[in-house]
């Protein structure tokens, strides 16, 4: 049973406060949807929590994870840039993060066939369109097991069915004892908790 | 070891698939040491005795050419962020940036050496001296490189600040390298001495660029 909290958590980017005095709190099979303005800070909770952005006020804890792994190496990130290199062909792109990441190589074809990306595999990543992009973005996360799930906006540029793929995703990822913390605008298409940022801070 | 492995065969395959990597440093190589006797004028007892000079100078520019991609490439398309999520140390991973930097665009300038030692009328000595020193030399010009690879994306500046970190920090390598190669031809002092300063610098650098390195990326996080 994982149990990610947060309390008193502030960040200041470039001299300016981006939001203080965040609290939350997620345990295994939950989704915590951040909402808020543009602006907000949706996007740098979510990297604060990841380990890519430092606090600079409270803390972050997570409770029944591996005790020798910070949290950003239990967690997926998911952010606006796909992390694509143009050149390689689709199964290389997730290759390469399986084989960096420590997933299972064996379950590659299933993760690119369970997105759609199937038939794509040998294609080089420079003409798959935006929604492919995040498709092949959203394979690494069903390719390596991990139990946390940073989302930044999961659902911009799929379609409907990815949206449905993704909701689909989500709700497996859940029932394996996970958890999901995702910045969106939109309707996720699962049962999700909200914590708003901005605006009433 | 898998991380190190898969990373190490994604960027050499990035730098050949491109050709950014290698074959553009060799051509430059190429062009700066075909110029020269353009400039100094065809006469060959002094080509030769500025040889080993030329042909450090040329390697040290075009292994430049590519270090500023090095690390920008993966920050801006978001590559940096996932590695480090990884389990793998960060210095570990910006090490195996450098050994993949190495291997696609220093080490064909080591193999382009003898053919280009010939152009300047160096003797197979020569020749020999020149592309051994560089073999020992060009490790510590990535490993100093990869710290101002890693300021360059750490300070948002671009890849016009980089030369200018880097090049002074690379006088040592440079003056060792070309005083082994001129004590193997010429003398009077040994080929032993400076060639053993020449490794150890590249020694140091290969141990203190990384955790630089790996330093100011964590700065940069801030």
């Known amino acids: 049973m994982l149990r990610l909290s947060a309390s008193g958590l502030g960040c200041v980017r470039g001299s300016r406060t981006i939001f203080d005095d965040i609290n939350l709190e997620l345990s295994s099979g939950e989704v915590l949807a951040l909402v808020g303005p543009n602006g907000s800070g949706k996007s740098s909770l979510l990297r604060l929590v990841a380990g890519l952005l430092r606090e600079s006020a409270g803390r972050i804890e997570l409770g029944g994870g591996a005790p020798d792994q910070t949290i950003g190496e239990q967690a997926h990130y998911l952010g606006h840039l796909d992390a694509l290199k143009p050149s390689l062909t689709v199964a290389e792109n997730l290759a390469f993060w399986v084989h960096y990441l420590g997933g299972n190589v064996a379950s590659l074809p299933a993760a690119l066939a369970g997105l759609g990306l199937g038939s794509l595999a040998e294609l080089p990543a420079a003409y798959l369109s935006a929604g492919q992009r995040r498709r092949l973005s959203l394979a690494r996360l069903v390719a390596v097991p991990r139990p946390i799930w940073l989302l930044d906006e999961p659902t911009s540029a799929l379609d409907a069915a990815g949206q449905e793929q993704l909701a689909g995703l989500m709700r497996q990822h859940l029932s394996g004892g996970g958890l999901i913390l995702a910045a969106t605008h939109g309707p996720l298409g699962i049962e999700a908790r909200e914590l708003k940022l901005g605006g009433t801070a | ?222």
């Open chain 2, 1 to 222: 070891m898998t991380a190190f492995l898969a990373l190490l065969q994604r960027d050499t395959r990035l730098a050949i698939r491109i050709g950014g990597g290698a074959l553009m440093g060799v051509l430059f190589f190429l062009i700066v040491v075909t110029l020269v006797p353009f400039a100094v004028g065809p006469d060959l007892a002094q080509l030769r005795r500025i040889g080993p000079a030329i042909l450090w100078v040329g390697a040290l520019l075009a292994s430049l050419l590519t270090l500023d991609r090095l690390l920008a490439a993966d920050h801006e398309d978001g590559s940096l962020d996932l590695l480090l999520m990884g389990t793998t140390p960060l210095e570990l991973v910006v090490l195996t940036k450098a050994a993949a930097h190495w291997i696609t665009s220093c080490l064909p300038l080591v193999i382009a050496t003898p053919l280009l030692g010939l152009f300047l009328n160096l003797e197979p000595l020569a020749i020999g001296a020149v592309a051994l020193t560089l073999l020992a030399g060009t490790p510590a010009l990535t490993c100093i490189g990869l710290i101002g690879a890693a300021l360059s994306v750490a300070l948002r500046r671009g890849g016009l600040l980089l030369p200018l970190l880097v090049l002074p920090l690379t006088v040592p390598v440079l003056i060792f390298g070309v005083a082994a190669s001129n004590a193997a031809i010429a003398g009077p002092t040994s080929f032993g001495a400076p060639f053993m300063i020449l490794c150890a610098l590249s020694l140091g650098s290969l141990v203190l660029g990384p955790f630089a390195a790996a330093a100011a990326l964590r700065h940069g996080l801030e």
